[in-house]
């Protein structure tokens, strides 16, 4: 996996209410665990949506494994899952194990195929007990999780999670923290929950749209927590 | 509030084997039909009958009334008004037959996965796609649909708490406005997610 961000910037609205969230941002990464970190409206939630594609730069180039996510955006999202905060807003179907198979409905794959993987991440993710029962009567965990395996049925590259366990009690974040430690996709996962970024290779620190540490969890933890302190 | 009307049950009776596709069949056959139910006692013996199958379904009286409860004020105003302009036998036949449709498409919902229930109606719609129809994007619909009323329920009973909290009483302003702005927020964010989710390249 290599995600590259050359001069990328993005600006909503036009003319005097136009807003810049995110400025001039170069970057590289290509390791396997990567955090990124910083206040609300810091730019974090916008540079995540820009690796799936889903939002554009305004100015520069964002390029996922040599693709541009402005022009190749559809290809860029077989390969890389995103996971949003909310699982109400992501839950599509109405049972648990419909809203698994869904990522696959084009995908040609044997009715049995399918069946299968369903029934191995509904066992991974403990959700086998509930593989008929209505998503929206989960817990807000199992609905994360349940999240979680939708997006990973699909067999992605890369996951992209924007503050997943931010609606979460601790317990839950804790077990949502040991699902992602546990995956073999690379990610880059957004959060509050600055303990979860402990094992990770590299964390990013956003602050006003720019890019402010870049460094190992320790040092770019720290540098946030003193930032917040002001 | 978490609504829990008309969602699939597991089973394996025979209701839950049958063909989506042939329950869907049924029930316009039984909706065209039930304008010729002219005896109070033929509606009363098929709902009756209906029942039966509920019994057959595995699926218990609690479930049953769920389904119906949301129709009472409809069912006692229908009854009332035809028990006063034609007489109790109208007013069986009226009511009853709307008891009867309710029940039907509830013992299809209840017995069969919507993923089921959709894959029969982009088959049916198959054909279209020579006129421009989409059948995969009618699904789709049809599913958020189904989706999105325990979604918008739960908003609603959020908002009416909330009303509650603040004290703004009955004022249908503080219920509608909260709600209408938080479900087209939630609407546009599940629509980011459908395209994460890879809907917007089929």
Same mark, same amino acid.
């Given at each position: 996996?290599?995600?590259?961000?050359?001069?990328?910037?993005?600006?909503?609205?036009? @003319?005097?209410?136009?807003?810049?969230?995110?400025?001039?941002?170069? #970057?590289?990464?290509? /390791?396997?665990?990567?955090?990124?970190?910083?206040?609300?409206?810091?730019?974090?939630?916008?540079?995540?949506?820009?690796?799936?594609?889903?939002?554009?730069?305004?100015? @520069?180039?964002?390029?996922?494994?040599?693709?541009?996510?402005?022009?190749?955006?559809?290809?860029?999202?077989?390969?890389?899952?995103?996971?949003?905060?909310?699982?109400?807003?992501?839950?599509?179907?109405?049972?648990?194990? /419909?809203?698994?198979?869904?990522?696959?409905?084009?995908?040609?794959?044997?009715?049995?195929?399918?069946?299968?993987?369903?029934?191995?991440?509904?066992?991974?993710? @403990?959700?086998?007990?509930?593989?008929?029962?209505?998503?929206?009567?989960?817990?807000?965990?199992?609905?994360?999780?349940?999240?979680?395996?939708?997006?990973?049925?699909?067999?992605?590259?890369?996951?992209?999670?924007?503050?997943?366990?931010?609606?979460?009690?601790?317990?839950?974040?804790?077990?949502?923290?040991?699902?992602?430690?546990?995956?073999?996709?690379?990610?880059?996962?957004?959060?509050?929950?600055?303990?979860? #970024?402990?094992?990770?290779?590299?964390?990013?620190?956003?602050? /006003?749209?720019?890019?402010?540490?870049?460094?190992?969890?320790?040092?770019?933890?720290?540098?946030?927590?003193?930032?917040?302190?002001? | 509030?978490?609504?829990?009307?008309?969602?699939?049950?597991?089973?394996?009776?025979?209701?839950?084997?049958?063909?989506?596709?042939?329950?869907?069949?049924?029930?316009?056959?039984?909706?065209?039909?039930?304008?010729?139910?002219?005896?109070?006692?033929?509606?009363?013996?098929?709902?009756?009958?209906?029942?039966?199958?509920?019994? &057959? +379904?595995?699926?218990?009286?609690?479930?049953?009334?769920?389904?119906?409860?949301?129709?009472?004020?409809?069912?006692?105003?229908?009854?009332?008004?035809? $028990?006063?302009?034609?007489?109790?036998?109208? +007013?069986?036949?009226?009511?009853?037959?709307?008891?009867?449709? &309710?029940?039907?498409? *509830?013992?299809?919902?209840?017995?069969?996965?919507?993923?089921?229930?959709? %894959?029969?109606?982009?088959?049916?719609?198959?054909?279209?796609?020579?006129?421009?129809? %989409?059948?995969?994007?009618?699904?789709?619909?049809?599913?958020?649909?189904?989706?999105?009323?325990?979604?918008?329920?739960?908003?609603? *009973?959020? &908002?009416?708490?909330?009303?509650?909290?603040?004290?703004?009483?009955?004022?249908?302003?503080?219920?509608?406005?909260?709600?209408?702005?938080?479900?087209?927020?939630? +609407?546009?964010?599940?629509?980011? *997610?459908? $395209?994460?989710?890879? $809907?917007? %390249? %089929?």
């Amino acid at each position: 996996m290599l995600i590259e961000a050359d001069h990328v910037s993005h600006t909503y609205g036009q @003319g005097p209410t136009a807003r810049t969230v995110l400025q001039d941002l170069n #970057l590289r990464i290509e /390791e396997r665990r990567v955090g990124i970190v910083g206040h609300n409206g810091s730019g974090k939630s916008t540079f995540a949506r820009m690796i799936n594609g889903l939002i554009v730069p305004t100015a @520069g180039t964002l390029t996922v494994d040599g693709l541009s996510t402005a022009s190749k955006a559809k290809e860029i999202r077989k390969h890389v899952g995103f996971v949003f905060t909310d699982p109400d807003n992501q839950i599509i179907m109405p049972t648990v194990a /419909e809203d698994i198979a869904f990522g696959l409905r084009r995908s040609k794959l044997p009715k049995e195929v399918v069946a299968r993987r369903v029934d191995a991440l509904l066992e991974r993710f @403990g959700l086998a007990g509930h593989a008929d029962h209505p998503a929206h009567l989960l817990s807000g965990g199992q609905k994360q999780l349940l999240a979680l395996a939708s997006v990973l049925v699909t067999e992605p590259d890369i996951l992209v999670m924007d503050e997943p366990t931010t609606l979460l009690d601790l317990r839950n974040a804790r077990i949502i923290g040991e699902v992602v430690a546990g995956l073999d996709q690379s990610v880059l996962l957004v959060t509050h929950h600055l303990n979860l #970024l402990d094992d990770f290779d590299r964390v990013l620190v956003f602050d /006003e749209g720019r890019l402010v540490a870049d460094d190992s969890p320790a040092a770019a933890v720290a540098y946030y927590r003193e930032l917040m302190a002001v | 509030m978490q609504s829990t009307l008309g969602l699939y049950q597991p089973g394996t009776s025979v209701f839950h084997r049958a063909p989506a596709g042939a329950k869907l069949l049924a029930l316009v056959v039984l909706g065209a039909a039930s304008v010729f139910l002219t005896y109070w006692w033929l509606v009363l013996g098929l709902i009756a009958v209906l029942l039966g199958a509920y019994t &057959v +379904a595995g699926i218990g009286p609690r479930t049953i009334l769920r389904q119906v409860r949301p129709l009472l004020w409809l069912l006692a105003f229908t009854a009332a008004y035809h $028990v006063w302009a034609t007489g109790w036998q109208r +007013a069986t036949v009226v009511a009853g037959t709307i008891v009867l449709l &309710v029940l039907a498409a *509830a013992l299809v919902t209840l017995t069969t996965p919507t993923t089921r229930l959709v %894959d029969a109606v982009v088959r049916v719609l198959g054909p279209f796609r020579r006129w421009g129809v %989409d059948p995969d994007r009618i699904g789709l619909l049809l599913t958020l649909g189904i989706r999105c009323v325990p979604l918008v329920a739960d908003l609603a *009973a959020q &908002v009416r708490e909330a009303q509650i909290a603040r004290g703004t009483g009955t004022s249908w302003k503080a219920f509608a406005v909260p709600l209408i702005v938080r479900a087209l927020r939630d +609407a546009d964010a599940m629509g980011e *997610a459908l $395209v994460a989710r890879g $809907v917007d %390249d %089929d």
